[in-house]
């Protein structure tokens, strides 16, 4: 779903935003990791992720910020000997109809700013990880990287989605509650660093019709706040 009001066009303008969300591939296995030790440097052994894009049950997203790769391919430009015409190039690649239309260059150096991933069986749907780069966050990536994940679920065939949370992150609690999860459990001791109690939370049946249009309220919400343009995922 994408939302393109007059509005948050002229936001999108204005900020030269350009946060998109995708698929994980291989080449984000190296940036990914690196935010998830510094997310969560506690947890070991690390995730292989490369072993788990492999796995057909495991899923993952990435936001990627086009708007930096933009700005390190113009200081590219500017050491060129022809400077202007190069520049004349780039902006024609990364002019605004472009990201209207909602196509990142590929391949690219896009600027990996936080990502998610879940596994899926019976049809459901456990959330493993949502984890934002330190200097990204308050900005909205987390709420968009939620609100994908719900998304590829959805087309994914699954009814329900869970997860765990530690007791003391009454932040990320705040987001889940947000977005109609409720605690239906808790794991003594879950946490291996410190031996922190889990919330274990749940969704109700994500196809139906009374989920979903609160889903798409919060979107319009998140949309007006943040003016992005663009919900759906890129393949």
């Keep these: 779903m994408c939302y393109n009001d007059t509005k948050s066009k002229t936001r999108l303008k204005e900020k030269d935003l350009a946060c998109y969300v995708r698929l994980m591939r291989r080449r984000d296995v190296t ?19 490369k072993r788990d894009l492999e796995n057909r049950m495991a899923h993952y997203i990435v936001t990627c910020d086009e ?9 590219d430009v500017s050491s060129e000997k022809n400077p202007s015409g190069l520049r ?53 990536i987390g709420e968009l990287l939620l609100m994908s994940v719900i998304n590829l679920a959805t087309e994914l065939n699954t009814r329900i989605i869970t997860l765990e949370v530690r007791v003391s992150n009454t932040i990320a609690q705040g987001l889940y509650y947000k977005y109609g999860f409720i605690q239906t459990g808790l794991r003594r ?28 309220e919060l979107k319009q919400a998140h949309s007006r706040k943040w003016g992005m343009l663009f919900y759906q995922i890129v393949r």
């Excluded at 708007?67 to 200081?75: P, Q, S, Y």
């Design 189 to 216: 001791h879950y946490y291996i660093d410190n031996k922190e109690d889990a919330i274990i939370m749940s969704t109700e049946n994500i196809t139906s019709v009374s989920f979903q249009k609160h889903l798409q």
């Design 31 to 49: 940036p990914v990791t690196e935010i998830d030790r510094e997310v969560f440097p506690t947890l070991w052994p690390p995730v292989n992720y």
């Design 88 to 140: 004349s190039r780039v902006r024609r690649l990364f002019n605004y109809n472009r990201f209207f239309r909602y196509e990142p260059l590929k391949p690219g150096k896009e600027h990996i700013t936080g990502f998610a991933g879940f596994w899926i069986m019976l049809r459901e749907a456990h959330i493993t990880s949502i984890a934002v780069r330190e200097t990204r966050r308050h900005q909205g």
């Design 67 to 75: 708007k930096k790769r933009t700005e390190e391919l113009e200081m």
